[in-house]
């Protein structure tokens, strides 16, 4: 694999071994499933707008379970309603700050981004441009590493 030069110091992709452990989902989804009476005793939220951004590839159907756990726990939870996540491209950024304005507009209270991988990289770039709308981002497996080209995604 070739490394990528980020801030000064080389960065590798992940290893194949490392991509091989994506297989583990359903393991995990099973985990989840299984611990799922200790997660509802987790403290409840306080009604604030939640976005939730998918990672690449993925769309809302793979935050179902992350979103119906939140409302359950008292958030208003949103997916990002733009189908597939398929990476940056022309539109989706204002879509989705049109998305944090109507959000923000419509309770007037400021809402947390919640962001799987790519959408966590989403997640930051929006509350940049927003501050004034996001209370807090939430990033989960984002590659936030300061160089786009050092995730296996980039390829």
């Known amino acids: 694999m070739n490394a990528v030069v980020a801030q000064g110091a080389p960065v590798r992709a992940p290893s194949r071994f490392l991509r091989l452990l994506e297989l583990r989902a359903p393991w995990e989804l ?3 499933l299984a611990a799922w ?3 509802k005793m987790a403290p409840r939220g306080d009604g604030h707008s939640v976005l939730v951004l998918p990672g690449l590839i993925a769309s ?3 935050t179902g379970l ?3 756990f939140l409302s359950e726990h008292g958030y208003a939870v949103h997916g990002w309603g733009l189908g597939h996540n398929l990476g940056p ?3 989706v950024e204002q ?3 049109d998305r944090i304005d109507k959000l923000h507009a419509s309770s007037a209270r400021k809402l947390s981004l919640v962001g799987w991988s790519l959408g966590g990289v989403y997640a930051r770039l929006l509350a940049s441009r927003r501050p004034e709308a ?3 981002v939430v990033t989960l497996g984002a590659p936030l590493t300061g160089n786009p080209k050092a995730t296996s995604a980039s390829r």
């Open 60 to 62: 809302d159907e793979s």
């Open 95 to 97: 879509a989705m700050l």
């Open 37 to 39: 009476p200790l997660l």
């Open 30 to 32: 099973a985990a989840t």
């Open 89 to 91: 491209r022309e539109g």
């Open 66 to 68: 992350l979103r119906h």
């Open 134 to 136: 996001v209370r807090c």
